[in-house]
Each structure stands twice: as C-alpha cells, then as structure tokens.
C-alpha cells in the first residue's frame, strides 16, 4: 500500500492563481481531511469528507473548496490564492467508526503564495 | 479559547530524564485522544491512542482525566532520537476528523 499520497510536494502560485492540490489513500478509508500547518499555530482543520459525496467544513474553510467523487481521492482547490494561504497543506484520512479515527497522514504541499 | 490547548515549550532535557506533557481540551463531548509525533515539519506519526484507562507502550505512557479534562504523554529515559514536536489531538461526535493543538517542542540533549 502507498498509504496517503500528495501532489506537489511544493508549489509556487501568484496571488490569484488558482490550482488543486492533489491528496489519494489506497486504504479503503471513509474518512479523508485537509489541514493546514502554520508557524507555531498547529494544525488547523480546513475540509472533511466522511463519504465518498459528502463533504463538510472544518475550522478555516474560507478560500476553499473540496469534492469526494471516489473513496480514494480527495482534492482541495484553491479558487484564487492570496499570500495568507501560503502554508503546509496536509491530507490525512481514517478508517472511520468501528475501526479507528486516527488518521493517517500524506508528506504534505508545501505551497508560497507570492 | 482554544479547543485543545499545549505548551509549546520547548522542554529541554538531558538524555535518561523523564518529561511530561499535558494537553487539555474545552469540548466535553471529545471521545477519542491520540499523541502524534512530528519531525521537522514532515508529516505527523501516531505515537499513540490513549484511552480511560491509560495505556503504555515502552517508554511512554499515556493518561486520559475526562473530569478535568486533559491528556498527558509521560517519556521516560529519553533519548536524542524522542526529540521532536508532539501534538495532542481529539475528536468530537459533532465533527468527525480530529482537531490538534499546537504542539509541545521536545529537545532531548547529550
């Protein structure tokens, strides 16, 4: 198993650019996410999917946007990137209720925004 | 107030001492608890579960108090390799993906 996949690993954009970030699992998992990962500020949740066609917000949603059209694939869309996004972008998904909830992490998108 | 709060440190030890970390959470329906560890902002690893009971595994041992609300993460007999960012983590019913604090910075020195 390739567990959770990531592309890119980095990723230059101009401010308004748009772009997808790419995040696969091969585990068969219900649940995939999105974090983001700032400076002494932890991870902070951007967009859950507990389904394949069911998606939902987390804590810092705004500049975002998800679709969950298969188990596998998760990707995470930035409509027009401002310099604020620039971050580490980490996908994560888990197994889901009965199995476990901790979640298993992709390398992550390093993304500056110019 | 943040939902899951940690000290960030960074701790500082001699290598063969024991450290502790505590975490507490805000949301009283919280219902599961992991300690992840991070290197050098690469991606977080689960160190491990941590249930009602305590659990232990090797070195580490882990405490949940749902009355007080808070985690901890006891490492003993320190090595240089256990230095890095460990991050507590719940997960709440009304939103099901985990929510992280900020993490406590551990540097275990020679």
Same mark, same amino acid.
């Given at each position: 198993?390739?567990?959770?996949?990531?592309?890119?690993?980095?990723?230059?954009?101009?401010?308004?650019?748009?772009?997808?970030?790419?995040?696969?699992?091969?585990?068969?998992?219900?649940?995939?996410?999105?974090?983001?990962?700032?400076?002494?500020?932890?991870?902070?949740?951007?967009?859950?999917?507990?389904?394949?066609?069911?998606?939902?917000?987390?804590?810092?949603?705004?500049?975002?946007?998800?679709?969950?059209?298969?188990?596998?694939?998760?990707?995470?869309?930035?409509?027009?990137?401002?310099?604020?996004?620039?971050?580490?972008?980490?996908?994560?998904?888990?197994?889901?209720?009965?199995?476990?909830?901790?979640?298993?992490?992709?390398?992550?998108?390093?993304?500056?925004?110019? | 107030?943040?939902?899951?709060?940690?000290? &960030?440190? &960074?701790?500082?030890?001699?290598?063969?001492?024991?450290?502790?970390?505590?975490?507490?959470?805000?949301?009283?329906?919280?219902?599961?608890?992991?300690?992840?560890?991070?290197?050098?902002?690469?991606? &977080?690893?689960?160190?491990?579960?941590?249930?009602?009971?305590?659990?232990?595994?090797?070195?580490?041992?882990?405490?949940?108090?749902?009355?007080?609300?808070?985690?901890?993460?006891?490492?003993?007999?320190?090595?240089?390799?256990?230095?890095?960012?460990?991050?507590?983590?719940?997960?709440?019913?009304?939103?099901?993906?985990?929510?992280?604090?900020?993490?406590?910075?551990?540097?275990?020195?020679?």
């Amino acid at each position: 198993n390739a567990g959770v996949t990531q592309t890119p690993k980095f990723q230059v954009l101009k401010t308004g650019q748009s772009m997808t970030l790419q995040c696969a699992q091969d585990m068969n998992h219900e649940y995939m996410s999105w974090y983001r990962q700032d400076p002494g500020m932890g991870l902070r949740l951007i967009h859950y999917s507990v389904g394949a066609g069911i998606t939902d917000q987390g804590e810092v949603p705004n500049g975002y946007n998800v679709s969950r059209s298969t188990t596998e694939d998760f990707p995470l869309r930035l409509l027009s990137a401002a310099p604020s996004q620039t971050s580490v972008y980490f996908c994560a998904s888990s197994p889901g209720p009965g199995i476990s909830y901790e979640q298993y992490f992709g390398p992550g998108t390093r993304l500056t925004v110019t | 107030r943040k939902e899951v709060e940690q000290d &960030p440190g &960074p701790f500082n030890v001699p290598e063969g001492a024991t450290v502790a970390f505590n975490c507490t959470y805000s949301n009283s329906a919280s219902q599961s608890f992991f300690w992840y560890r991070q290197d050098c902002r690469k991606e &977080p690893k689960l160190l491990m579960s941590v249930y009602s009971s305590g659990n232990e595994d090797g070195r580490f041992t882990a405490q949940l108090n749902r009355a007080s609300q808070y985690i901890s993460l006891l490492i003993r007999d320190s090595k240089l390799s256990d230095s890095a960012t460990y991050l507590c983590a719940v997960m709440d019913t009304g939103r099901r993906a985990l929510t992280f604090g900020s993490g406590t910075r551990l540097q275990v020195q020679p």
